[in-house]
Nanobody, 123 residues
Framework: QLVESGGGSVQTGGSLRLSCVDS????????MGWFRQAPGKEREGVAA???????RYAESVKGRFTISQDDAKNTLYLEMNSLKPEDTAMYYC????????????????????WGQGTQVTVS
């Protein structure tokens, strides 16, 4: 089970850190990613971390967001800085097979296990 937390309301330029706990240590061999969905828009990939630890970011968040994971805590993080109103969305963490090529890292169709989401609002 994937459980996200850390969302909230912040002003433009603010920061938040999202967490995603793999409560049963089920996905430790999976590729992990963060996705978001704004009202009226399709869900999009934000950041992913490959099994070798290499990150992948959407162009819109490069330089502002950082994905990381703590294997000892079974936790995935998304550090979000310099937040903008267009970052407002429901954020989801997800797990998927690591066998897909890295170019699919932000492709939501390659992720099969999802958390319930945490809302981020930037005003």
């Amino acid at each position: 089970q994937l459980v996200e937390s850390g969302g909230g309301s912040v002003q433009t330029g603010g920061s938040l850190r999202l967490s995603c706990v793999d409560s049963e240590n089920t996905y430790h061999r999976y590729r992990m990613g963060w996705f978001r969905q704004a009202p009226g828009k399709e869900r999009e990939g934000v950041a992913a971390i490959l099994r070798d630890g290499q990150p992948r970011y959407a162009e819109s968040v490069k330089g502002r967001f950082t994905i990381s994971q703590d294997d000892a805590k079974n936790t995935l993080y998304l550090e979000m800085n310099s937040l903008k109103p267009e970052d407002t969305a429901m954020y989801y963490c997800a797990a998927g097979p690591s066998t897909y090529p890295s170019e699919y890292a932000l492709d939501q169709s390659k992720y099969f296990y999802w958390g319930q989401g945490t809302q981020v609002t930037v005003s």
